[in-house]
C-alpha cells in the first residue's frame, strides 16, 4: 500500500483544516488506518484511528471533539476534519495503515510522506 497525504497547510488559531490521504492497491479496504503527527523535537504521536469497515474509531485525549476521521474504501481514501485548531497542533501529520487498528507508531506498516500543519495568528 503506497500512500500521499494531503491538505496541509497554515490557519489561525480556532480554524479548521482537512487531510486527506489517498492509498493506491486494491487492499486498502483490508486495513486500519490511522492519523499520526509529529512537532519538531518530539516523537510521533497517534491523532486518531478507523478501523477497515468504519465500525471503530480512536481519539487522542487532546483532539478529542476537535477532529474527525473518516474513510470512503470505494475512493481509497481517509480524512481528517480538524476544527477549532490550536497552536498546540502544529506538527507534520503522517497517514498510516495496518492489520488492525492501533494507537502505536509499531502498529502500522505502511506510512505516508506527512504534510504539514502549522497553526499560528
Known amino acids: 500500500v503506497q500512500l500521499q497525504a494531503s491538505g496541509g497547510g497554515l490557519v489561525q488559531p480556532g480554524g479548521s483544516l482537512r487531510l486527506s490521504c489517498a492509498a493506491s492497491?486494491?487492499?486498502?479496504?483490508?486495513?486500519?488506518m490511522g492519523w499520526f503527527r509529529q512537532a519538531p523535537g518530539k516523537e510521533r504521536e497517534f491523532v486518531a484511528g478507523?478501523?477497515?469497515?468504519?465500525?471503530?474509531?480512536y481519539y487522542a485525549d487532546s483532539v478529542k471533539g476537535r477532529f474527525t476521521i473518516s474513510r470512503d474504501n470505494a475512493k481509497n481514501t481517509v480524512a481528517l476534519q480538524m476544527n477549532s485548531l490550536k497552536p498546540d497542533d502544529t506538527a507534520v501529520y503522517y497517514c498510516?495503515?495496518?492489520?488492525?487498528?492501533?494507537?502505536?507508531?509499531?502498529?502500522?506498516?505502511?506510512w505516508g510522506q506527512g504534510t504539514q500543519v502549522t497553526v499560528s495568528s
Open positions: 498510516a495503515a495496518g492489520l488492525g487498528l492501533s494507537t502505536v507508531v509499531a502498529g502500522y506498516h505502511y
Open positions: 492497491g486494491r487492499t486498502f479496504s483490508s486495513y486500519a
Open positions: 478507523i478501523s477497515w469497515g468504519s465500525s471503530s474509531t
